[in-house]
């Protein structure tokens, strides 16, 4: 059973968060606070596996309280936010500092947005929380790592802490790097906010696909979160398509989806990484992949926030090489190309 404590300043807010939660038999909601100084003494009193927590909120924001926790009582905690931009930057603030997971607030007062966060919370009580470390302010960055343009492609999935992961991989990606594109599981609102934040941080142009984007050098692609899937299509020239259709295990975007189109598109001259997250999206692409003659790694256990998407792909056979993070995107940039595997 997994426990949890809301934290909103809304009664109204808490009370939807509470119902859509306590319809799941394997979650409690032992708690509600309305601002951080009630969450604080509630912690203390009921000791939750999780924690949701608004971004927005009186007495001290979500994000300062965020800090707090990760320094002093690392948790689990998943983001409640706004349909809005600042909601979104917070959110993606809140990733970085630690939070698992985030959730959108739905905009018309219905349970239709929060269909996902009992998976979320369910996920997030089984993630390994680290304590947030403070930054040496001398301490040097890594600088990116070098890279000849050799026509390949690159493919990455992520879900449950996805967030730090790729902003750890992509940090250390070249200007010149290879056409990557990259289903992170998150809901719409945040895919664009988390891509500009990618770009600030990274030396390659990252944003937000498009549909019938050119796939070129020096520049990421993320899947915008909603309606559609990314796929990779075209031999000649291949570009990133925005394709409707039903969830593919249970994500809408899905790894699974993106990568069985690199395998088709771009077989041997493509490499796949497989990140942190929860279920098993992206296993059976990562798969097609590497029979396609692909290099795969996935994410080793050690580092990864929930060892469940890493796993499940590694015992399919569709990992050919499992890395710590810290090594991934050498592992990547420095891949060639593979033999294909008929059988694995």
Same mark, same amino acid.
């Given at each position: 059973?997994?426990?949890?404590?809301?934290?909103?300043?809304?009664?109204?807010?808490?009370?939807?968060?509470?119902?859509?939660?306590?319809?799941?038999?394997?979650?409690?909601?032992?708690?509600?606070?309305?601002?951080?100084?009630?969450?604080?003494?509630?912690?203390?009193?009921?000791?939750?596996?999780?924690?949701?927590?608004?971004?927005?909120?009186?007495?001290?924001?979500?994000?300062?309280?965020?800090?707090?926790?990760?320094?002093?009582?690392?948790?689990?905690?998943?983001?409640?936010?706004?349909?809005?931009?600042?909601?979104?930057?917070?959110?993606?603030?809140?990733?970085?500092?630690?939070?698992?997971?985030?959730?959108?607030?739905?905009?018309?007062? !219905?349970?239709?947005?929060?269909?996902?966060?009992?998976?979320?919370?369910?996920?997030?009580?089984?993630?390994?929380?680290?304590?947030?470390?403070?930054?040496?302010?001398?301490?040097?960055?890594?600088?990116?790592?070098?890279?000849?343009?050799?026509?390949?492609?690159?493919?990455?999935?992520?879900?449950?802490?996805?967030?730090?992961?790729?902003?750890?991989?992509?940090?250390?990606?070249?200007?010149?790097?290879?056409?990557?594109?990259?289903?992170?599981?998150?809901?719409?609102?945040?895919?664009?906010?988390?891509?500009?934040?990618?770009?600030?941080?990274?030396?390659?142009?990252?944003?937000?696909?498009?549909? !019938?984007?050119?796939?070129?050098?020096?520049?990421?692609?993320?899947?915008?979160?909603?309606?559609?899937?990314?796929?990779?299509? !075209?031999?000649?020239?291949?570009?990133?398509?925005?394709?409707?259709?039903?969830?593919?295990?249970?994500?809408?975007?899905?790894?699974?989806?993106?990568?069985?189109?690199?395998?088709?598109?771009?077989?041997?001259?493509?490499?796949?990484?497989?990140?942190?997250?929860?279920?098993?999206?992206?296993?059976?692409?990562?798969?097609?992949?590497?029979?396609?003659?692909?290099?795969?790694? !996935?994410?080793?256990?050690?580092?990864?926030?929930?060892?469940?998407?890493?796993?499940?792909?590694?015992?399919?056979?569709?990992?050919?090489?499992?890395?710590?993070?810290?090594?991934?995107?050498?592992?990547?940039?420095?891949?060639?190309?593979?033999?294909?595997?008929?059988?694995?």
């Amino acid at each position: 059973m997994v426990r949890v404590l809301i934290v909103d300043d809304s009664a109204t807010m808490r009370s939807l968060i509470a119902t859509i939660l306590q319809r799941d038999p394997e979650i409690e909601v032992v708690g509600e606070a309305g601002d951080p100084l009630e969450a604080r003494e509630a912690i203390k009193r009921l000791n939750p596996d999780v924690l949701t927590l608004d971004v927005e909120m009186p007495n001290m924001n979500g994000i300062e309280f965020l800090e707090k926790i990760m320094r002093l009582r690392p948790m689990p905690v998943v983001m409640v936010s706004t349909l809005t931009v600042r909601g979104a930057e917070a959110t993606m603030e809140a990733l970085e500092l630690g939070a698992i997971d985030c959730v959108a607030k739905p905009s018309t007062g !219905g349970l239709e947005g929060f269909q996902d966060l009992p998976f979320k919370v369910k996920a997030a009580a089984k993630a390994k929380v680290r304590p947030l470390r403070q930054a040496e302010p001398n301490a040097p960055k890594p600088a990116p790592l070098e890279h000849t343009p050799d026509g390949r492609l690159i493919a990455i999935g992520s879900s449950t802490g996805g967030v730090e992961a790729l902003i750890a991989v992509l940090s250390r990606f070249p200007a010149n790097c290879p056409p990557t594109v990259i289903t992170q599981h998150m809901p719409a609102t945040f895919t664009k906010s988390f891509s500009e934040r990618l770009d600030r941080l990274c030396a390659p142009k990252v944003a937000e696909a498009h549909d !019938g984007a050119v796939l070129e050098n020096g520049r990421i692609y993320i899947a915008p979160g909603g309606e559609n899937h990314l796929e990779v299509s !075209g031999s000649g020239t291949p570009r990133c398509r925005l394709t409707p259709g039903a969830a593919v295990n249970g994500h809408r975007p899905s790894v699974d989806v993106l990568f069985r189109s690199v395998a088709k598109v771009a077989g041997g001259r493509a490499v796949g990484a497989i990140l942190t997250g929860m279920g098993r999206d992206g296993a059976e692409g990562l798969l097609a992949m590497r029979q396609a003659g692909a290099r795969t790694f !996935g994410q080793d256990e050690a580092s990864s926030v929930v060892y469940g998407m890493p796993k499940a792909a590694f015992e399919l056979g569709a990992v050919e090489r499992q890395a710590p993070l810290d090594r991934i995107a050498a592992e990547l940039l420095k891949a060639p190309s593979s033999k294909v595997i008929e059988n694995v």
